[in-house]
């Protein structure tokens, strides 16, 4: 969790949280790791930074750094996600404010949910929204296996449709009227394909099923052509 009181001024997400290890109670969880999905210890903490980001998004607050996650995430909007990783990757923001700005996250039931404390000057709100741009589908692919029984199936890799989202920050005043509306973010997410494993020597569910061969001059005369006796008598 994170419990941080900021003066104006900037602040980032690594440099609060340092490097994740065991050590420090960080357990195994997925993230991805060239493409991959991959346990690995701290993962899951982009879903901390990325609902800090969107917090920080609906205080009006200045975002420094954030870079998207190179798949849609699930827990959260699309263009809404911000992914860190140590000691590079970072989510960095900036108390815009003329005061100082606490942090507290609480954790109640694999949920998450950010506070920010600050001194609201401005009775005006934000709301974010966004747009697809486009889409690419994935393909499935079939994998043999020798460690599956011949028919037995097993997914080796879940897949992502890509897509091009961009996020507008959208700044209402107390009166519900727009005052303005901009561009915040473009979020480039791949797509990745399905993997499916089967078993060695059983059928590639991959292939289409052999159709049998239709032979006209196999079939049985239909009845009105037998009524019709023998042409050559």
């Not at 020798?146 to 449709?161: H, I, S």
Request: charged share 20%; net charge negative; with cysteine.
């Amino acid at each position: 969790d994170i419990a941080a009181s900021l003066v104006p001024g900037g602040a980032g997400y690594n440099k609060a949280l340092g490097e994740r290890t065991s050590a420090k109670g960080y357990q195994e969880a997925p993230a991805y790791i060239a493409g991959e999905t991959v346990d690995t210890v701290g993962g899951g903490i982009c879903q901390t930074s990325s609902t800090l980001y969107a917090a920080c998004l609906l205080a009006n607050l200045k975002i420094v750094s954030r870079t998207a996650h190179r798949y849609v995430c699930s827990y959260i909007p699309y263009g809404l996600d911000a992914t860190v990783s140590w000691p590079d990757l970072d989510y960095q923001f900036c108390n815009s404010t003329d005061y100082p700005l606490k942090i507290v996250t609480v954790t109640t039931g694999g949920k998450i949910t950010v506070y920010l404390y600050g001194t609201k000057t401005e009775s005006g709100y934000v709301r974010m929204t966004s747009e697809t741009l486009s889409t690419t589908g994935y393909s499935t692919v079939y994998e043999e296996s020798e460690d599956l029984a011949p028919g037995a199936t097993e997914v080796k890799q879940t897949p992502y449709t890509g897509r091009v989202v961009r996020t507008y920050r959208n700044v209402y005043d107390g009166t519900g009227q727009l005052i303005s509306s901009t561009l915040e973010a473009e979020s480039n997410y791949k797509y990745r394909d399905e993997i499916i494993l089967y078993g060695k020597g059983g059928p590639n569910p991959g292939e289409p099923a052999m159709e049998p061969v239709h032979d006209p001059l196999l079939e049985e005369p239909d009845d009105a052509m037998s009524e019709l006796g023998d042409p050559f008598i």
